[in-house]
């Protein structure tokens, strides 16, 4: 039986989703995709998903990131809440 956590966002959080929504449709379900995986393996366990522990973030500021498709999602937990700190759009000129 997996553990099911509790997802839950900051109001940081839901200002950069909203901004990023209304020039981006594709973040919706994009979104969706990572509300299911964070709600069952925010820890990555499985080994399937693309999630980073960051170095160098202190608990609070988003130690963690999941990529999804050009977006990034930064997030804490704590016991079996989640709490998604910020939404953010890579740059296509980061990797050249």
Same mark, same amino acid.
Request: glycine fraction near 6%.
């Given at each position: 039986?997996?553990?099911?956590?509790? $997802?839950?966002?900051?109001?940081?959080?839901?200002?950069?989703?909203?901004?990023?929504?209304? #020039?981006?449709?594709?973040?919706? =379900? !994009?979104?969706? =995709?990572?509300? *299911? *995986?964070?709600?069952?393996?925010? +820890?990555? #366990?499985? /080994?399937?998903?693309?999630?980073?522990? !960051? $170095?160098? $973030?202190?608990? /609070?500021? /988003?130690?963690?990131? *999941?990529?999804?498709?050009?977006?990034?999602? #930064?997030?804490?937990?704590?016991?079996? *809440? $989640?709490?998604?700190?910020?939404?953010? !759009? #890579?740059?296509?000129?980061? +990797?050249?």
């Amino acid at each position: 039986m997996t553990s099911r956590f509790v $997802v839950r966002t900051t109001s940081a959080f839901d200002r950069s989703l909203r901004k990023l929504s209304s #020039r981006h449709t594709e973040l919706a =379900d !994009l979104y969706a =995709d990572v509300l *299911i *995986i964070l709600a069952t393996d925010p +820890y990555n #366990r499985s /080994g399937t998903h693309s999630v980073k522990k !960051l $170095v160098d $973030v202190r608990q /609070g500021y /988003g130690q963690y990131r *999941i990529r999804a498709g050009r977006f990034r999602f #930064r997030y804490d937990f704590e016991d079996q *809440i $989640v709490y998604l700190k910020f939404c953010s !759009l #890579r740059s296509e000129g980061t +990797y050249r």
